[in-house]
């Protein structure tokens, strides 16, 4: 190729190969001889089929690995373990995250989604809790205010109403309201009230890998459903209560009673397989609540806007709980007095809130009787303001 004109680069393109490698070749006299490669024996050699077992098991960390071979005997280093396991690594990774499957009642995921509504003429976003049963792939789906650490505590008090139960562990991402930090080992610090929610209920935590979040492949599939095939079917909402009932019709219409692609069942059939763990009854303390006195009315006043509470209540304090998920509870004494939902700009009124309101002579207050008046304002006399300008001089004269 070369004496017929073709220059280096040409003859690379042509043969497939670098032009350092065509010009090494031009420059012998003739074709390199053909050299056997001697295998060399390697430390390894003996823990190969331990250390695949291994990562077909789904663990791919050569540290640990390491750490195991070297108790079998293993004297070599760890570069040559992790260059023996290089090859293997992606598809060991990827059996570990795709194809990992938990028993029956072993784990939960969670995860959130956010979304863009038309809130009152203006863009706002929304956010969506999302729990999948690791075993059964029954979901649960509420939209909220916000991610904040109250509103996450309570969609898991309602999600395990909805499960009647919690499983064993429940894996997160690094959403800072679970992982506060990390150690010098990498391993998670908790977020302090969380953990203490966590043990009260009696579940534990797990955190999937740091910019691994396939991990939790099945709620991250989740809320790619929850965007694909409820989202699409809501076209109007009249605050976030009503979309929670969408959200809880298409549940257990669509998303729990279809046919599942991983499993081939459907979630509702797998579910009674689950052997899930009782809630706590005894409430965890985890929303913020604000103090109020009730007024006169019975109205009490939360943003800006007023609700009903039994008026027994009035002069007493009472204590807001803002779900943040379009429901608003009252709480007096530690007992639930009234539940309303969010309606901004407006007077939220239960009428059983007034039932049974006495007069001094026990008799039922009338309702009010509107009171005719004939002349809502005085009569003036009209006179020609030459009769002013008259006692004006008159005046004036004196």
């Known amino acids: 190729m070369h004496d017929k004109g073709m220059s280096v680069s040409q003859i690379a393109r042509e043969v497939g190969r670098d032009r350092k490698t065509i010009r090494k070749w031009l420059g012998e006299s003739e074709p390199a001889m053909y050299k056997r490669h001697t295998y060399k024996p390697k430390k390894i050699d003996p823990y190969r089929e331990y250390v695949l077992r291994r990562m077909s098991e789904g663990c791919v960390n050569a540290t640990v690995i390491f750490d195991e071979i070297s108790e079998m005997g293993y004297d070599g280093g760890i570069t040559q373990l992790r260059v023996f396991m290089k090859p293997h690594r992606q598809a060991a990774e990827e059996k570990a995250t795709t194809r990992f499957e938990t028993l029956p009642g072993e784990q939960a995921q969670v995860d959130w989604g956010s979304f863009t509504v038309n809130w ?22 509420e939209f909220t205010e916000n991610e904040k650490l109250e509103t996450l505590m309570g969609c898991h008090v309602r999600a395990a109403a909805y499960f009647n139960g919690v499983t064993a562990t429940c894996l997160y991402d690094n959403m800072k309201t679970v992982v506060a930090s990390q150690d010098d080992r990498g391993k998670p610090i908790w977020n302090e009230r969380f953990a203490a929610f966590a043990t009260h209920h009696g579940f534990k935590l797990r955190r999937c890998k740091p910019y691994r979040a396939r991990t939790k492949g099945k709620v991250e599939n989740g809320v790619k459903y929850v965007r694909r095939n409820f989202w699409p079917r809501v076209r109007t909402f009249t605050g976030l209560d009503d979309l929670n009932r969408q ?9 729990n009673v279809r046919v599942h692609g991983t499993t081939h069942q459907r979630p509702i059939d797998r579910y009674p397989e689950e052997q899930l763990l009782p809630m706590n009854t005894v409430p965890f303390e985890s929303a913020e609540r604000h103090l109020r006195k009730v007024p006169s009315d019975a109205l009490v006043t939360y943003e800006t ?17 803002d779900e ?3 429901v608003i509870l009252f709480f007096h004494a530690g007992k639930l007095v009234a539940e309303h939902t969010k309606c901004p700009g407006r007077h939220v009124i239960n009428k059983k809130h007034f039932e049974g309101i006495l007069t001094g002579g026990k008799q039922k207050v009338p309702q009010p009787i509107p009171r005719l008046i004939e002349n809502p304002a005085p009569e003036v006399m009209r006179r020609p303001l030459s009769v002013y300008d008259r006692l004006l001089k008159e005046e004036v004269v004196r």
Do not use: C
């Open 324 to 326: 943040r998920n379009g």
């Open 247 to 255: 959200a809880r019709h298409w549940l257990d219409t669509v998303a």
């Open 305 to 321: 806007n007023r609700y009903s509470v039994p008026y027994q209540l009035v002069g007493y304090m009472v204590e807001i709980q």
């Open 120 to 141: 009152h003429g203006h863009k706002k976003r929304i956010y969506a809790f999302v729990m999948v049963l690791g075993y059964s792939r029954m979901m649960y789906l």
